[in-house]
């Protein structure tokens, strides 16, 4: 069974990979001529059409509870655990509307695939002081441009054998810096399908994902951000105790 999940896995990233050079040319063209307010057609195309197009090639289905708490006429910092390299592309079909990932600046190297990141994320520099200042920049303009942000918490996916690792704080800094609601996002079953403790491993199954309902972070202040974090972090294990 080990053999045929890594070649089940082999053919997932041949899959990945080969898509994107089918699509990569249509991509490049659309962000010379599109204007920039439509990028946002091209993230709902990324979202909604390739993962469609990825995981049905994959035999990956999903059961999608709790939509009715996502409101799409709204912005949201948007969290979720974090367990495989696919976990992207769940986060992305899961949403009913469009976001950007909060990405870090290294992914931009990766071919191919890092000219689409520096297109469709907002991208963290660490590098400086000035670096991180800029970032910040821009990921504020990005929530006043109207779109969502997604982080995820934990900051890596998590290999061990707890259900999360610990939260670092700067999604909660965000949303009570700019007021946004948090949107909660859980991942259920994904080792399944893709277990992040076997390496090369991806299999045919179903991932259930819980949306929360949202928690305002309106009137909260910097004092507020560890039980934040504590109150999104208890979500998330209780739907992952369900």
């Not at 976001?99 to 931009?108: D, G, Q, R, T, V």
């Not at 928690?215 to 934040?228: H, K, Q, S, Y």
Request: aromatic share 14%; proline share 5%; with cysteine.
């Amino acid at each position: 069974m080990k053999i045929l999940r890594k070649l089940w896995a082999i053919y997932g990233i041949l899959v990945f990979f080969l898509l994107w050079l089918v699509l990569f040319p249509f991509y490049y063209l659309a962000f010379l001529v599109f204007p920039r307010p439509w990028v946002r057609y091209i993230i709902w195309f990324s979202h909604h059409v390739y993962t469609r197009l990825y995981f049905g090639l994959t035999l990956v289905r999903f059961k999608i509870e709790g939509l009715q708490n996502i409101d799409t006429s709204k912005s949201y910092i948007i969290v979720s655990n974090h367990l495989t390299a696919l976990d992207f592309m769940i986060n992305a079909r899961a949403y009913p509307s469009v976001y950007k990932f909060l990405a870090k600046n290294e992914l931009i190297k990766v071919p191919v695939f890092g000219f689409i990141v520096r297109k469709l994320c907002v991208l963290v520099d660490r590098s400086s002081a000035s670096s991180r200042s800029s970032s910040m920049k821009y990921l504020h303009r990005t929530l006043t441009e109207g779109y969502s942000v997604f982080i995820y918490p934990e900051g890596t996916r998590n290999r061990s054998a707890d259900p999360l690792l610990p939260f670092h704080k700067g999604a909660f800094r965000i949303a009570i810096e700019s007021q946004k609601p948090i949107a909660i996002q859980t991942l259920v079953g994904v080792k399944n399908i893709a277990n992040p403790g076997s390496g090369l491993d991806l299999w045919p199954g179903t991932v259930r994902i819980i949306w929360s309902k949202p928690i305002e972070t309106a009137g909260l202040t910097m004092a507020d951000v560890e039980a934040l974090s504590e109150r999104v972090r208890g979500v998330i294990l209780e739907n992952l105790g369900k």
